[in-house]
């Protein structure tokens, strides 16, 4: 019997194990949850819901998908995670940690890349930019987005100010009939007037520049947050891969 009894013991599913992912997933899916309510009310909003057609209307990045994506993928993952652990569903389980693991990798990938193909990044992110000077007032979540970025960074444009002539409304033709011609946002402009000079009122650096500026200096913020997020999605895919092999060994005893 003494056997019987060890041998059952050392095949017990883990409660520490299973209710420490239960809650690590239910954090994770009550975000993923907030991100998508955010993502859904704005374009409620900007009646995106009502007419889809809008959707293509949009020049530029729409904040918003950042929102909906996000939190769409950890809904789901939050979801398969929670409820794998609480049945102890060994499939939900193995999704959660294999679509953990592959956005691990794919971090991972786009993290190396990055450092490989900088230049190319730079380029793509100076078209970026300008793809979003020129849709700047056809959205007000663009709009939005674009004016903290450049209040942030002190910056201008993607290069600087002349930036703003691809806009139509900014644009610095004669034909153009805008009552902004020849202007900037207003979060281009300095805003403390101690700063303020006859030849200095708005910010006459690019945004790229600055960007890349505030990455240097904060590079090891920047870093660290990025190996919490990692050592967090790693922590996750042991505690389910834990979980698995608990329910496979006591499964196993039957």
Known sequence: MSRKHHH????????????????????????????????????????????????????????VWLFMVVGAVMFVLGFAGCIGALRENTFLLKFFSVFLGLIFFLELTAGILAFVFKDWIKDQLNLFINNNVKAYRDDIDLQNLIDFAQEYWSCCGAHGPNDWNLNIYFNCTELNPSRERCGVPFSCCLKDPAELDQQKYIYTKGCVGQFEKWLQDNLIVVAGMFVGVALLQIFGICLAQNLVSDVKAVKANW
């Not at 690590?24 to 993502?39: D, E, H, Q, R, T």
Request: with cysteine.
């Open 8 to 63: 059952f013991k050392g095949a017990e599913v883990s409660c520490c194990v299973k209710y420490f992912l239960f809650a690590f997933n239910i954090l994770f899916w009550l975000l993923g949850a907030s991100f998508l309510a955010i993502g859904l009310w704005a374009w409620a909003e900007k009646g995106v819901l009502s007419n889809l057609s809008s959707i293509t209307d949009l020049g530029g990045f729409d904040p």
